[in-house]
Each structure stands twice: as structure tokens, then as C-alpha cells.
């Protein structure tokens, strides 16, 4: 059976229609919540495997929205067409699918029923016939194991589906071993003492101009090495400074760290551009024009030789007021940049509106154009849409020679990755600079 039609949301996505004819997340969850009450009082087993589409957005924008429909209706009715008659199946999040698979012998046929799945969208065709090569990620959560709620199970499918990304498979099992820490508190008061006691150091990642050649600025990326707890990486306590009030003070920090750092690498290098990463809450809120401005002026930097990159998703957590402090940001001079280009939502209309110099492209298309043609493709749009929009394009995420030269043959104007330098600390970044091969032509001091 699948649920009637609903509304229905997938992360910031709304799903205000579906062109699938499938159930919407409010009725898939409706009927999965019904379906657990039976298995509850059956005690049998139940799995939910959750479907992610890679970089739907990238195919909204390249092929457009009424194709993009298509295509999930292709896919949609491929789901339809292996699913068992008695499992449930949704649409329930613009780039998401959910099948649950009801009365389960073995929570193992669970895996089996996702890679069926995963292979019955093999070979999905554009309206002309042409294959388009969808990646898909799938997660599994089982019921009694992983929660009893629908909520719960999603919830944990959603999080083995980002496990499967990371590691670079089709699917993955949920694991109750994953849960986030619940006693975040301590944590918090340990990271307010970071702040205030320099536990937190910022590493430097080259930036380099691919058509020239040479180097062109770095990215300060935070690192904390507590020392009760060891290193903790900036995508766990980025979110937490976020949600308890010290994101400001980080933010303060960091951008005083870099420019202080800038003022020495400019001595070797007088063209470096330090770019410091802003995160979303900040981005709301109009004070921190005046904190940069303050920074620029402690540090006698001139605006241009300061980048900021805010994330496309952040931007569009809260459009408005993040485009009304971009353009007071831009204002000053200070150079910005669109971040992870490529996963977020925004659509060419905001693109239009959003007063920044260059477009970041997102490592995961990166990662893949020297083996996959669509990746490669959808980096060349990219490119191809920064120079209609007069915008500099840099690619992330470069770890190996192929993918520099194809890059750099494609016309993007700069790259960054480990196969150019990892994210160094200040001694190490400083000597890569007095040595690399990218600063070969234009050190003003002698390498040591
Ligand atoms: P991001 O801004 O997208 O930074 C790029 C991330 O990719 C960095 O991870 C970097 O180490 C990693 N990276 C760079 N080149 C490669 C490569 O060739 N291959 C691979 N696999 N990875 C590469 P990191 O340092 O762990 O930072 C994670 C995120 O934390 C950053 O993503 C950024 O959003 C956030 N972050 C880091 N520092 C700050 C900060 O000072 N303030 C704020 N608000 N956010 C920060
Ligand atoms: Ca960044
Ligand atoms: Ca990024």
C-alpha cells in the first residue's frame, strides 16, 4: 500500500507538491507510525531504508525543474515496481525517498531490499533517451533496534546515510553505537575556556591560481586540541558554539588570528588573501559588519585581502538578513565567497541577488570529475555559470594531479586541496610558503 498524498518537508526543503503520485512525508509517517503500532503488538520487524539523491539541486539548475520532475517520476515508478505490495513507500523530501519494508523475516533482507532498490535506479534517462548517472546513498534503520517512533527510525536512517557518503558506499545500516553525545554541557563550558585560554589554534590551507600559477591566498581553518578530550574537529564544535551563544566570540577570534597571521605572510607574499569561514548564526546578525571592520583596522589590512566565505546553506537558512549583511560586508570591500557550491538550495534567483565575487565549488563534485563524467560536467556548468555571473570560480577538494590539470584546463580560476597543501599550522604553512613550487616566481624574501 502506498499512503494518499501530503505535504511534507526534507531538511530546509519543503515538499510543497510531489510529481510523483507517491505518498508525502506526512502520510508515509502517518501509515509508518501505524504500521510500527501492528509490529509492536506482532513482535515482528520492520526496516525503513531512506533514499538521498546526490546534488538533486545541480539537476534542477542544469536541466531544469520540469525535467527534474521526470526524472523523479522515473524514479518513483522504479520503486514502485520492485517494492513488495504490502511496504510502504514515500516521497517525502524533494530529493528523498523512504520505503518501509513491512513483517521482515530477518533485519539482514533489509540490505538485500535497499541494494534491489539502488539497482533498480541504474540507467535513469533524460527526456531524449540519454542516460543521467543519479548517485544515490541509502540508509537503513530497523525497527525494534534503532526506535520504535517513525521519527526515530528516519532519524537514524538519515544519519547512516551519511555515513554511507563518507565512506563511500551505496548503503549503510544505521548504528546505535553512533549517537550523538548526550552530555554536551560539559563540553560547552569546556569550549568557553578554549576561547578564552588559546586551546583553539587556526590551521592555513593554500589557495592557488590555477591559470597563473602561483599562490594566491589561504583559508584559516579552527582547530581545537583540548586537552582532556584530545582533538575535536570544527564540524562538531562549530555547531555547538552555534547553539549555546559562543559563536560570536569565535568568530572574534578567528578573524583576528587570521588577519594577525596575514600581516606576516604578506611580508613574503604581498598579494595573500586570508579567507576566514563565517557560520550561519553570524551571518544574521548585522553587528558583525562593525566587528570585521574593527578586525581590518587593529590589523592595518586593507578590505580586499580579507575573503569570507559563508556557505550556501547558511545563506539560505535565512536569506534576507545573510544578503542584507553580505552587501554591508561588501560594502567595506571585504572580498565574498559562496562556500560547498552545489549542495545547498539556492536557486539562480537568489544567485542573482547575492552580492559575492566567487563561487566555492564543492568538493563532493570535485572528488569525483576525474572518474565520473557527470561530476565533471556539472563542474564545468559551474565554471561556465561563475563566468556569466562575472564571478571567480574555485574548485575544493583537489587530491590528485588529474583533477588539477582537468581543472585547470576546464578555466577554473583557483583550486585547493590536499594534492596543492593540506591545512597546515602557522610554522608549517609559513615554511610551505618560502618553498613551494607555487610561490617559486614573486617571494620577496630569499627561501630559507
Ligand atoms: P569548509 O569551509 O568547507 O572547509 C573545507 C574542509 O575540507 C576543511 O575541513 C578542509 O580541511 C577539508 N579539505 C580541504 N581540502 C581537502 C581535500 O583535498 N580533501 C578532503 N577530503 N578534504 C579537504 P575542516 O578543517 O575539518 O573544516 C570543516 C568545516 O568546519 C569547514 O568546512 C567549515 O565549514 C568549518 N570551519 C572550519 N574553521 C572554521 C571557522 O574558523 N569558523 C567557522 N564558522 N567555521 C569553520
Ligand atoms: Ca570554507
Ligand atoms: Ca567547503
Known amino acids: 500500500m502506498t499512503a494518499p498524498h501530503t ?48 546534488g538533486f539541486r545541480t539537476i534542477n539548475s542544469i536541466y531544469g525543474y520540469s525535467a527534474a520532475d521526470r526524472i523523479l517520476q522515473q524514479m518513483a515508478d522504479r520503486i514502485e515496481s520492485v517494492r513488495r505490495q504490502q511496504d510502504l513507500a ?21 540490505e538485500l531490499a535497499a541494494n534491489k532498490i539502488i539497482t533498480s535506479l541504474d540507467e535513469i534517462c533524460l527526456d531524449d533517451g540519454s542516460p543521467i548517472d543519479i548517485k544515490l546513498h541509502a540508509g537503513i534503520a530497523v525497527f525494534p533496534e534503532h526506535g520504535s517512533t517513525s521519527d526515530a527510525l528516519l532519524q537514524q536512517a538519515d544519519r547512516a546515510i551519511y555515513t554511507a557518503r563518507e565512506t563511500y558506499q551505496d548503503y549503510q545500516m544505521a548504528d546505535n553505537s ?12 569546556e569550549l568557553e575556556h578554549a576561547i578564552t585560554k588559546s586551546e583553539l589554534e587556526l590551521y592555513y590551507q593554500p589557495k592557488v591560481d590555477l591559470q597563473h600559477k ?31 551563544g559562543l559563536i560570536f566570540p569565535l568568530t572574534l577570534w578567528s578573524l583576528n588570528t587570521a588577519l594577525r ?18 557560520s550561519a548564526s553570524t551571518l544574521a546578525e548585522i ?6 571592520k574593527r578586525a581590518l583596522r587593529t590589523w ?80 564545468q556548468t559551474m ?36 594534492y596543492i597543501g593540506r591545512p597546515m599550522p602557522r610554522e608549517k604553512f609559513m615554511d610551505w610558503v618560502r618553498n613551494s613550487e607555487w610561490t617559486r616566481t614573486g617571494l620577496t624574501e630569499p627561501s630559507s
Open 178 to 189: 553512533q549517537q550523538p553525545d548526550a552530555s554536551n554541557s560539559g563540553l560547552v563550558r
Open 214 to 244: 602561483h599562490l594566491y591566498g589561504a583559508e584559516a581553518l579552527i582547530r581545537w586540541n583540548s586537552p582532556k578530550r584530545g582533538f575535536i574537529g570544527p564540524d562538531e564544535f562549530i555547531p555547538l558554539a552555534e547553539d549555546n
Open 90 to 110: 514515500g516521497h517525502i523530501g524533494v530529493d528523498e525517498f523512504a520505503v518501509a519494508l513491512l513483517n521482515l523475516k530477518s533485519p539482514h533482507l533489509a
Open 383 to 418: 565554471i561556465n555559470l561563475g563566468e556569466n555571473f562575472e564571478l571567480s570560480v574555485i574548485a575544493e577538494g583537489i587530491e590528485d594531479e588529474e583533477t588539477l590539470y582537468q581543472l585547470t584546463s576546464m578555466g577554473c580560476n583557483h583550486g585547493q586541496g590536499y
Open 261 to 278: 597571521q596575514s600581516v606576516e605572510i604578506r611580508r613574503l607574499w604581498p598579494d595573500f588573501r586570508m579567507a576566514v569561514n563565517l
Open 300 to 379: 592595518d589590512t586593507r578590505p580586499d585581502r580579507l575573503m569570507i566565505e559563508v556557505t550556501e546553506s547558511a545563506v539560505m537558512k535565512n536569506p534576507e538578513a545573510s544578503i542584507e549583511t553580505l552587501r554591508g560586508l561588501r560594502k567595506l570591500g571585504v572580498r565574498l565567497s559562496i562556500d560547498d557550491f552545489g549542495t545547498g538550495y539556492s536557486s539562480f534567483g537568489y544567485l542573482k541577488q547575492l552580492p559575492v565575487h566567487e563561487l566555492k565549488i564543492d568538493q563532493s563534485f570535485v572528488k569525483g570529475m576525474a572518474s565520473d563524467v557527470n561530476d565533471a560536467r556539472i563542474v
Open 287 to 292: 553587528e558583525l559588519i562593525e566587528l570585521v
Open 7 to 54: 505535504t511534507g518537508t526534507s531538511g530546509n526543503s519543503r515538499l510543497m507538491d510531489t510529481p510523483t503520485g507517491m505518498a508525502k512525508r506526512a502520510d508515509f509517517l502517518a501509515a509508518l507510525d501505524e504500521a510500527l503500532h501492528e509490529h509492536q503488538q506482532q513482535d515482528t520487524t520492520l526496516a525503513v531504508v531512506l533514499l538521498n539523491i546526490k
